[in-house]
Protein backbone atom coordinates (compact mmCIF):
# COMPACT_ATOMS: atom_id res chain seq x y z
CA UNK A 1 0.00 0.00 0.00
CA UNK A 2 2.99 2.23 0.90
CA UNK A 3 4.73 1.75 -2.20
CA UNK A 4 1.16 2.26 -4.15
CA UNK A 5 0.52 5.12 -2.79
CA UNK A 6 4.13 6.48 -3.12
CA UNK A 7 4.06 5.19 -6.79
CA UNK A 8 0.87 6.48 -8.16
CA UNK A 9 1.26 10.19 -6.40
CA UNK A 10 4.34 10.74 -7.78
CA UNK A 11 3.33 9.64 -11.56
CA UNK A 12 -0.18 11.62 -10.87
CA UNK A 13 1.07 15.12 -8.98
CA UNK A 14 5.10 14.80 -10.00
CA UNK A 15 4.99 14.85 -5.47
CA UNK A 16 5.80 12.42 -3.12
CA UNK A 17 2.64 12.06 -1.04
CA UNK A 18 4.52 11.98 2.53
CA UNK A 19 7.90 10.59 3.77
CA UNK A 20 7.43 9.31 7.12
CA UNK A 21 5.14 5.58 7.65
CA UNK A 22 4.82 4.40 10.72
CA UNK A 23 3.98 0.72 10.83
CA UNK A 24 1.97 -0.78 14.01
CA UNK A 25 1.55 -4.51 14.02
CA UNK A 26 -2.13 -6.48 14.71
CA UNK A 27 -4.64 -6.11 17.16
CA UNK A 28 -4.75 -9.47 18.73
CA UNK A 29 -6.60 -10.72 21.75
CA UNK A 30 -5.14 -11.38 25.14
CA UNK A 31 -3.91 -14.43 24.94
CA UNK A 32 -1.83 -13.79 21.42
CA UNK A 33 -4.39 -15.20 18.92
CA UNK A 34 -5.55 -13.15 15.96
CA UNK A 35 -9.04 -12.20 16.27
CA UNK A 36 -11.87 -13.73 14.08
CA UNK A 37 -15.26 -14.66 14.03
CA UNK A 38 -14.80 -18.26 14.35
CA UNK A 39 -13.13 -18.21 17.78
CA UNK A 40 -15.38 -15.49 19.01
CA UNK A 41 -12.91 -13.57 20.16
CA UNK A 42 -13.52 -10.27 18.06
CA UNK A 43 -13.99 -6.67 20.27
CA UNK A 44 -16.24 -4.18 17.99
CA UNK A 45 -14.13 -0.96 19.16
CA UNK A 46 -17.73 0.91 18.14
CA UNK A 47 -19.11 -1.27 21.25
CA UNK A 48 -16.83 -0.87 23.25
CA UNK A 49 -16.36 3.52 22.94
CA UNK A 50 -20.19 3.47 23.82
CA UNK A 51 -19.23 1.52 26.93
CA UNK A 52 -15.80 2.93 28.36
CA UNK A 53 -15.68 6.40 26.21
CA UNK A 54 -13.35 6.84 22.73
CA UNK A 55 -10.74 8.18 25.18
CA UNK A 56 -10.74 4.86 27.04
CA UNK A 57 -10.40 2.59 23.42
CA UNK A 58 -7.48 5.09 22.16
CA UNK A 59 -5.29 4.43 24.98
CA UNK A 60 -5.69 1.06 24.70
CA UNK A 61 -4.88 1.05 21.60
CA UNK A 62 -1.81 3.54 22.03
CA UNK A 63 -0.07 2.19 25.28
CA UNK A 64 1.08 -0.85 26.23
CA UNK A 65 2.90 -2.21 22.97
CA UNK A 66 6.34 -0.84 20.48
CA UNK A 67 6.25 0.39 17.51
CA UNK A 68 5.48 -2.60 14.96
CA UNK A 69 4.57 -4.83 17.21
CA UNK A 70 1.21 -6.79 17.98
CA UNK A 71 -0.72 -5.54 20.54
CA UNK A 72 -3.11 -7.35 22.91
CA UNK A 73 -6.22 -5.98 23.72
CA UNK A 74 -9.03 -6.83 25.78
CA UNK A 75 -12.43 -5.28 27.27
CA UNK A 76 -10.50 -5.60 30.68
CA UNK A 77 -7.61 -3.68 29.43
CA UNK A 78 -10.12 -1.07 27.96
CA UNK A 79 -11.87 -0.77 31.28
CA UNK A 80 -8.40 -0.01 33.15
CA UNK A 81 -8.00 3.08 30.96
CA UNK A 82 -11.43 4.20 31.58
CA UNK A 83 -10.39 4.82 35.32
CA UNK A 84 -7.56 6.50 34.55
CA UNK A 85 -10.12 8.61 32.59
CA UNK A 86 -12.10 9.17 35.42
CA UNK A 87 -8.45 9.54 37.70
CA UNK A 88 -7.74 12.76 35.22
CA UNK A 89 -11.30 13.91 35.61
CA UNK A 90 -11.08 13.81 39.30
CA UNK A 91 -7.87 15.36 39.52
CA UNK A 92 -9.56 18.11 37.28
CA UNK A 93 -12.53 18.62 39.34
CA UNK A 94 -10.33 19.25 42.80
CA UNK A 95 -8.20 21.70 41.19
CA UNK A 96 -11.40 23.93 39.76
CA UNK A 97 -12.57 23.53 43.28
CA UNK A 98 -10.00 24.15 45.51
CA UNK A 99 -8.92 27.44 42.59
CA UNK A 100 -12.36 28.60 43.67
CA UNK A 101 -13.32 28.26 40.13
CA UNK A 102 -17.22 29.08 39.38
CA UNK A 103 -17.82 26.16 37.73
CA UNK A 104 -16.35 22.52 37.58
CA UNK A 105 -16.46 19.58 34.77
CA UNK A 106 -20.08 18.47 34.28
CA UNK A 107 -19.81 15.03 33.67
CA UNK A 108 -22.55 13.66 30.72
CA UNK A 109 -24.71 10.81 31.71
CA UNK A 110 -23.34 9.04 28.94
CA UNK A 111 -19.98 8.05 28.04
CA UNK A 112 -17.26 10.47 28.43
CA UNK A 113 -16.77 10.41 24.54
CA UNK A 114 -19.75 12.13 24.53
CA UNK A 115 -18.67 14.84 26.48
CA UNK A 116 4.21 28.77 18.09
CA UNK A 117 6.34 30.55 19.02
CA UNK A 118 9.57 28.96 20.08
CA UNK A 119 10.02 31.05 23.40
CA UNK A 120 10.49 28.72 26.73
CA UNK A 121 7.25 29.90 27.63
CA UNK A 122 5.26 30.01 24.52
CA UNK A 123 1.58 28.59 24.30
CA UNK A 124 1.65 27.96 28.21
CA UNK A 125 -0.23 29.41 30.80
CA UNK A 126 1.04 32.91 32.14
CA UNK A 127 1.27 31.24 35.25
CA UNK A 128 4.22 29.90 34.50
CA UNK A 129 5.18 33.92 33.90
CA UNK A 130 4.28 35.08 37.62
CA UNK A 131 6.26 32.67 38.92
CA UNK A 132 9.50 32.76 37.43
CA UNK A 133 9.10 36.59 39.63
CA UNK A 134 10.95 36.46 42.49
CA UNK A 135 8.22 37.60 44.89
CA UNK A 136 6.13 34.59 43.81
CA UNK A 137 8.30 32.05 43.19
CA UNK A 138 7.31 28.98 45.15
CA UNK A 139 9.07 28.51 48.48
CA UNK A 140 7.93 25.18 49.33
CA UNK A 141 10.15 21.62 49.03
CA UNK A 142 7.36 19.90 47.06
CA UNK A 143 6.37 23.33 45.26
CA UNK A 144 9.85 23.04 43.51
CA UNK A 145 9.78 19.62 43.16
CA UNK A 146 6.96 19.48 40.82
CA UNK A 147 7.18 22.35 38.69
CA UNK A 148 10.47 20.79 37.60
CA UNK A 149 8.88 17.27 37.70
CA UNK A 150 6.34 18.89 35.49
CA UNK A 151 8.88 20.63 33.03
CA UNK A 152 10.95 17.24 33.00
CA UNK A 153 8.26 15.09 31.48
CA UNK A 154 6.97 17.78 29.18
CA UNK A 155 10.72 18.04 27.52
CA UNK A 156 10.67 13.77 27.69
CA UNK A 157 7.21 13.47 26.27
CA UNK A 158 7.87 15.74 23.83
CA UNK A 159 10.96 14.00 22.35
CA UNK A 160 9.53 10.41 22.76
CA UNK A 161 6.48 11.35 20.14
CA UNK A 162 8.55 12.94 17.97
CA UNK A 163 10.36 9.38 17.68
CA UNK A 164 7.17 8.26 17.03
CA UNK A 165 7.72 6.47 20.98
CA UNK A 166 3.63 6.73 21.15
CA UNK A 167 3.68 3.94 24.05
CA UNK A 168 6.55 5.40 26.15
CA UNK A 169 5.06 8.79 26.31
CA UNK A 170 1.75 7.73 27.12
CA UNK A 171 3.43 5.96 30.03
CA UNK A 172 5.52 8.49 30.94
CA UNK A 173 2.91 11.02 31.29
CA UNK A 174 0.56 8.25 33.38
CA UNK A 175 3.43 7.45 35.94
CA UNK A 176 3.69 11.18 36.32
CA UNK A 177 -0.26 12.59 36.46
CA UNK A 178 -1.30 9.47 38.68
CA UNK A 179 1.99 9.17 40.99
CA UNK A 180 3.97 12.59 41.04
CA UNK A 181 0.99 14.65 40.46
CA UNK A 182 -1.80 13.08 42.16
CA UNK A 183 -0.98 10.66 44.43
CA UNK A 184 2.18 13.40 46.05
CA UNK A 185 0.82 17.03 44.97
CA UNK A 186 -2.71 17.30 45.14
CA UNK A 187 -2.14 15.55 48.87
CA UNK A 188 0.57 17.97 49.54
CA UNK A 189 -1.58 20.61 48.60
CA UNK A 190 -4.44 20.07 50.93
CA UNK A 191 -2.24 21.04 53.44
CA UNK A 192 -0.82 23.85 51.91
CA UNK A 193 -3.90 25.42 50.91
CA UNK A 194 -4.95 25.45 54.66
CA UNK A 195 -1.93 26.54 55.64
CA UNK A 196 -2.08 30.49 55.02
CA UNK A 197 1.54 31.19 54.13
CA UNK A 198 1.31 28.75 51.57
CA UNK A 199 -2.11 28.95 50.12
CA UNK A 200 -2.48 31.07 47.05
CA UNK A 201 0.92 29.65 45.39
CA UNK A 202 -0.02 26.21 45.71
CA UNK A 203 -3.49 27.03 43.89
CA UNK A 204 -1.27 28.87 41.09
CA UNK A 205 0.48 25.75 40.91
CA UNK A 206 -2.40 22.80 40.61
CA UNK A 207 -3.93 25.45 37.86
CA UNK A 208 -0.77 25.63 36.08
CA UNK A 209 0.21 22.10 36.68
CA UNK A 210 -3.66 21.27 35.29
CA UNK A 211 -3.27 23.13 32.13
CA UNK A 212 0.09 21.58 31.37
CA UNK A 213 -1.39 17.94 31.65
CA UNK A 214 -4.78 18.66 29.65
CA UNK A 215 -2.04 19.96 26.32
CA UNK A 216 0.47 16.96 26.53
CA UNK A 217 -2.65 14.60 27.20
CA UNK A 218 -4.47 15.88 24.78
CA UNK A 219 -3.24 13.75 21.24
CA UNK A 220 -4.01 10.56 23.45
CA UNK A 221 -7.29 11.26 25.09
CA UNK A 222 -8.57 14.49 23.15
CA UNK A 223 -12.54 14.50 24.27
CA UNK A 224 -11.57 14.29 28.32
CA UNK A 225 -9.34 17.42 27.70
CA UNK A 226 -10.83 19.39 25.54
CA UNK A 227 -14.22 19.06 27.74
CA UNK A 228 -12.17 19.76 30.89
CA UNK A 229 -10.65 22.80 29.23
CA UNK A 230 -13.94 24.45 28.10
CA UNK A 231 -14.82 24.63 31.66
CA UNK A 232 -12.09 26.82 32.00
CA UNK A 233 -13.10 29.25 29.71
CA UNK A 234 -14.15 31.64 32.32
CA UNK A 235 -10.50 32.27 33.29
CA UNK A 236 -9.22 31.92 29.30
CA UNK A 237 -11.38 34.81 28.52
CA UNK A 238 -9.30 37.33 30.22
CA UNK A 239 -6.16 35.93 28.31
CA UNK A 240 -6.86 37.00 24.56
CA UNK A 241 -3.78 35.19 23.52
CA UNK A 242 -5.57 31.98 24.47
CA UNK A 243 -7.69 30.54 22.02
CA UNK A 244 -10.73 29.29 22.90
CA UNK A 245 -10.17 25.31 21.91
CA UNK A 246 -7.63 23.03 23.13
CA UNK A 247 -6.98 21.37 20.12
CA UNK A 248 -5.19 24.80 18.37
CA UNK A 249 -3.46 25.61 21.55
CA UNK A 250 0.50 25.64 21.34
CA UNK A 251 2.49 22.94 22.36
CA UNK A 252 4.57 23.27 25.40
CA UNK A 253 7.64 24.17 24.54
CA UNK A 254 9.77 24.63 27.93
CA UNK A 255 13.43 23.55 29.39
CA UNK A 256 13.87 21.14 31.75
CA UNK A 257 16.36 22.47 34.68
CA UNK A 258 17.16 20.14 37.38
CA UNK A 259 17.89 21.16 40.94
CA UNK A 260 19.65 18.17 42.81
CA UNK A 261 19.44 19.04 46.28
CA UNK A 262 15.55 19.88 45.58
CA UNK A 263 15.16 16.05 44.25
CA UNK A 264 17.34 14.61 46.72
CA UNK A 265 15.32 16.36 49.36
CA UNK A 266 11.78 15.11 48.32
CA UNK A 267 13.17 12.13 47.58
CA UNK A 268 14.29 11.55 51.75
CA UNK A 269 11.06 12.79 52.43
CA UNK A 270 9.38 10.38 50.03
CA UNK A 271 11.38 7.17 51.56
CA UNK A 272 10.00 8.99 55.32
CA UNK A 273 6.63 9.12 54.56
CA UNK A 274 6.60 5.61 52.82
CA UNK A 275 7.85 3.59 55.18
CA UNK A 276 5.52 5.24 58.13
CA UNK A 277 2.96 4.39 55.54
CA UNK A 278 4.10 0.79 54.98
CA UNK A 279 4.61 0.35 58.97
CA UNK A 280 1.03 1.21 59.55
CA UNK A 281 -0.14 -1.20 56.83
CA UNK A 282 2.35 -4.00 57.93
CA UNK A 283 0.91 -3.41 61.80
CA UNK A 284 -2.93 -2.90 60.59
CA UNK A 285 -3.41 0.85 62.16
CA UNK A 286 -6.53 2.04 61.83
CA UNK A 287 -6.73 5.21 59.95
CA UNK A 288 -7.54 7.11 62.94
CA UNK A 289 -4.64 5.32 64.84
CA UNK A 290 -2.42 7.76 65.92
CA UNK A 291 1.48 7.33 65.30
CA UNK A 292 4.27 8.87 67.37
CA UNK A 293 7.57 9.15 65.75
CA UNK A 294 11.09 9.56 65.86
CA UNK A 295 13.05 10.83 63.07
CA UNK A 296 16.66 11.06 63.72
CA UNK A 297 18.02 12.65 60.83
CA UNK A 298 22.06 13.84 61.36
CA UNK A 299 22.89 15.82 58.30
CA UNK A 300 19.42 16.44 57.33
CA UNK A 301 18.06 17.57 60.19
CA UNK A 302 17.80 21.65 60.12
CA UNK A 303 15.80 21.17 56.45
CA UNK A 304 13.27 17.78 57.62
CA UNK A 305 12.25 20.48 60.55
CA UNK A 306 11.16 22.96 58.15
CA UNK A 307 8.96 20.07 56.61
CA UNK A 308 7.96 18.22 59.78
CA UNK A 309 4.22 19.24 59.77
CA UNK A 310 4.14 18.10 56.44
CA UNK A 311 5.36 14.88 57.23
CA UNK A 312 3.02 14.86 59.99
CA UNK A 313 0.32 15.13 57.57
CA UNK A 314 0.85 12.80 54.89
CA UNK A 315 1.85 9.72 57.54
CA UNK A 316 -1.07 10.68 59.49
CA UNK A 317 1.02 11.02 62.78
CA UNK A 318 0.03 12.14 66.31
CA UNK A 319 3.46 13.50 67.42
CA UNK A 320 6.75 13.87 65.39
CA UNK A 321 10.50 15.09 66.61
CA UNK A 322 13.42 15.49 64.41
CA UNK A 323 17.00 15.30 65.76
CA UNK A 324 20.03 15.67 64.93
CA UNK A 325 21.14 12.38 66.89
CA UNK A 326 19.32 10.24 69.30
CA UNK A 327 18.40 6.79 70.53
CA UNK A 328 16.12 4.36 69.90
CA UNK A 329 13.18 5.27 72.43
CA UNK A 330 11.76 1.80 74.46
CA UNK A 331 8.58 0.07 73.14
CA UNK A 332 9.32 1.36 69.99
CA UNK A 333 9.60 0.26 66.39
CA UNK A 334 12.36 0.97 63.74
CA UNK A 335 11.88 1.55 60.42
CA UNK A 336 14.42 1.61 57.91
CA UNK A 337 13.99 5.02 55.34
CA UNK A 338 17.27 5.61 53.81
CA UNK A 339 18.90 8.64 55.04
CA UNK A 340 16.94 8.95 58.23
CA UNK A 341 16.32 6.74 61.25
CA UNK A 342 12.49 6.94 62.16
CA UNK A 343 11.44 4.62 65.78
CA UNK A 344 7.51 4.88 65.92
CA UNK A 345 5.35 3.79 69.07
CA UNK A 346 1.44 3.68 69.11
Do not use: C
Not at 44 to 60: F, T
Request: proline share 4%.
Amino acid sequence: WVARMILMTTYALDEVPFRTVYLHGLVRDEQGRKMSKSLGNVIDPLDMVEKYGADAVRLSLVLGTGPGNDLKLSEAKIAGFRNFTNKLWNIARYVLIIGGHSEQPEQSEGSLAEASDKSPLAGDSPLSLRMTDGETMPKTLADQWILQELDRVTVEATQLLEHYEFSAAGELLREFTWGSFADWYLEISKWQTANGQWSEGTKTILSHGLERLLKLWHPFMPFVTEVVWEQLGEKREKRKENRALLMVEDWPVVEAREDEEVTRRFKILQDIVGALRKARADYRLEPAKKIEALIVAGQETAWLSEERELVQHLARLGTIRVEEQGKQPPNSQALPAGAAQIFISF
